[in-house]
């Protein structure tokens, strides 16, 4: 079973799939936010850094996250606060990344 399999557009009282972006690019957040928003298929939270979603990410659990990795491997990082369970988020969340550019040690890192 998928996820959206679970999600009902129109009723607001059925658990719907949550997602967290955190972007530091504003055009790219709000693109990605509007976006989700605009299909009606997830309740979206964005931030633009990892420290500006700290409040979220130890007062509510995720289903999902969008994290741009970044230069200074913070959503690294953060990758892994989420599979130690340092987060309100189960450590089985999904978790996709956006990057400008990939080397073999962050592969190396992702594999772990």
């Given at each position: 079973m998928n996820w959206w399999e679970n999600?009902?557009?129109?009723?607001?009282?059925?658990?719907?799939?949550?997602?967290?972006?955190?972007?530091?690019?504003?055009?790219?957040?709000?693109?990605?936010t509007?976006?989700?928003?605009?299909?009606?298929?997830?309740?979206?939270?964005?931030?633009?850094?990892?420290?500006?979603a700290a409040p979220l990410l130890s007062s509510r659990a995720f289903d999902g996250f969008v994290i741009a990795l970044g230069d200074d491997r913070a959503g690294l990082e953060l990758i892994n606060r989420i599979r130690n369970g340092s987060t309100a988020s189960p450590t089985t969340a999904v978790v996709a990344i956006t990057t400008e550019r990939m080397d073999p040690d962050s592969i190396a890192a992702l594999k772990k």
């Amino acid at each position: 079973m998928n996820w959206w399999e679970n999600t009902v557009a129109p009723d607001r009282n059925t658990k719907r799939f949550s997602l967290l972006l955190v972007e530091p690019y504003s055009v790219v957040r709000s693109t990605v936010t509007s976006v989700a928003r605009s299909l009606d298929m997830v309740d979206i939270q964005d931030a633009p850094s990892i420290e500006a979603a700290a409040p979220l990410l130890s007062s509510r659990a995720f289903d999902g996250f969008v994290i741009a990795l970044g230069d200074d491997r913070a959503g690294l990082e953060l990758i892994n606060r989420i599979r130690n369970g340092s987060t309100a988020s189960p450590t089985t969340a999904v978790v996709a990344i956006t990057t400008e550019r990939m080397d073999p040690d962050s592969i190396a890192a992702l594999k772990k």
